[in-house]
């Protein structure tokens, strides 16, 4: 069952997950989270015309075999968000900006890379296809932790930054 822990304020907390942190980190995060995405996307862009430009130089010092790493641009978002969620700050750029980060809700440690890619894909799969992004997010707007779907499969949580 649910301990009784204390928020981030030093509050008692109704409910929280086994071992782990309080809701109340988890509570109100979506919205947050939507604004973090949108924030993200420019990031994303950045990002994508840094590895183009890093790709195109090294296609001309490789006489244009170094091109075959253009194949990588289309993962550009996922290894975004691998290298910086499975970073120090466990975060991406826009959820730092709106006081987030992602963690294991049952130990409120660190994610590793690996964990960050696979939520990052899953997330893309979900937004790329309308009824799977509605499902995910119906999911967390019924759940009182307000986990979306790809967040539970893998086990994390994103929770306001302390």
Do not use: K, N
């Amino acid at each position: 069952m649910y301990e009784s822990r204390t928020d981030y304020a030093g509050r008692p907390a109704a409910t929280a997950f086994p071992g782990g942190l309080p809701i109340p980190y988890v509570r109100g995060s979506i919205g947050a989270r939507t604004i973090a995405y949108l924030l993200d996307i420019l990031f994303i862009l950045g990002f994508t015309a840094l590895l183009t430009l890093a790709i195109t130089l090294i296609g001309i010092v490789t006489f244009g075999l170094g091109w075959t790493l253009f194949a990588v641009l289309p993962a550009s978002g996922i290894l975004y968000s691998a290298i910086t969620v499975g970073g120090r700050h466990q975060s991406t750029i826009g959820q730092r900006l709106m006081g987030l980060r992602v963690v294991a809700p049952e130990r409120g440690g660190p994610v590793d890379i690996i964990s960050a890619a696979v939520h990052a894909l899953l997330f893309y799969v979900a937004v790329s296809t309308f009824l799977l992004w509605c499902a995910d997010v119906a999911f967390g707007l019924l759940r009182s932790d307000r986990r979306l779907g790809h967040d539970v499969l893998l086990g994390l949580a994103v929770v306001h930054a302390r």
